[in-house]
């Protein structure tokens, strides 16, 4: 939460940032039929069966999604000589799927879909984000962050940005996810337990370092996984 913070802290619209850093620290919207489904943002996954499916799933992706769209906003700037709004990308990074713990619930140690599903986190983040009176702009580029698939496409280069590292940062993070998933059936356990002492990411990054033998190592010694 204190890494979401500290990134809401760049924008430099006084109004905006207040807005967004209120809404990091209260996210349960305001609806009489909906209530807190226990999960918190730093506890939610980003999905329950891909990406970022284990507890602080949420947080990484946010985090992931906002740096790098701030990053390739540089590298258009410095190559085109254009000027993007920083505030936007960030505001709309942070915001994307903040809605998501809403959708979520746990079910046997493990996250699920809520049995009585309210709103995809899109639509409920939108009409959040209208009753809180965020500024359209900001609006538009959660509301597009789905791309050509969602309600209203794209129409800004931030816009862009933000849809484009949310699917890169999903893509990548969901190669890390099935090769723990392999380790997993390999070894006759949930990989929920592999979640627990490394990041996909980093399991995929020692697979290409030091290959699956060492990882296969690694996974058995942290897991205490004895040979048959």
């Known amino acids: 939460m204190n890494d979401l913070i500290a990134l809401a802290e760049d924008i430099k619209n006084e109004k905006l940032k207040k807005k967004v850093v209120e809404f990091i620290n209260d996210p349960i919207p305001k609806h009489p039929e909906i209530e807190s489904t226990g999960i918190t943002l730093e506890t939610s996954p980003a999905s329950v069966k891909r990406h970022h499916k284990y507890s602080g799933g949420l947080i990484e992706h946010t985090i992931a999604v906002t740096k790098m769209a701030v990053k390739m906003a540089e590298a258009l700037e410095e190559t085109y000589g254009i000027e993007l709004n920083r505030d936007l990308l960030i505001s709309g990074g942070i915001l994307h799927d903040l809605m998501k ?93 592999i979640y627990k002492i490394v990041n996909p990411l980093k399991l995929y990054e020692m697979r290409k370092k030091l290959g699956k033998d060492k990882v296969k190592e690694f996974l058995k010694e942290k897991l205490e996984i004895k040979d048959e």
């Open 101 to 193: 713990p809403q959708n979520y619930q746990l079910k046997d140690g493990k996250f699920d879909h809520l049995s009585n599903f309210h709103l995809d986190h899109l639509t409920l983040g939108i009409a959040e984000l209208y009753r809180r009176d965020f500024p359209l702009e900001v609006i538009k580029v959660v509301a597009s962050h789905h791309g050509d698939h969602g309600p209203v496409s794209p129409d800004s280069i931030e816009a862009w940005l933000i849809h484009h590292s949310d699917n890169v940062d999903a893509a990548i993070n969901d190669i890390g996810i099935r090769i723990c998933q392999a380790r997993a059936r390999e070894f006759g356990i949930d990989d929920s337990q």
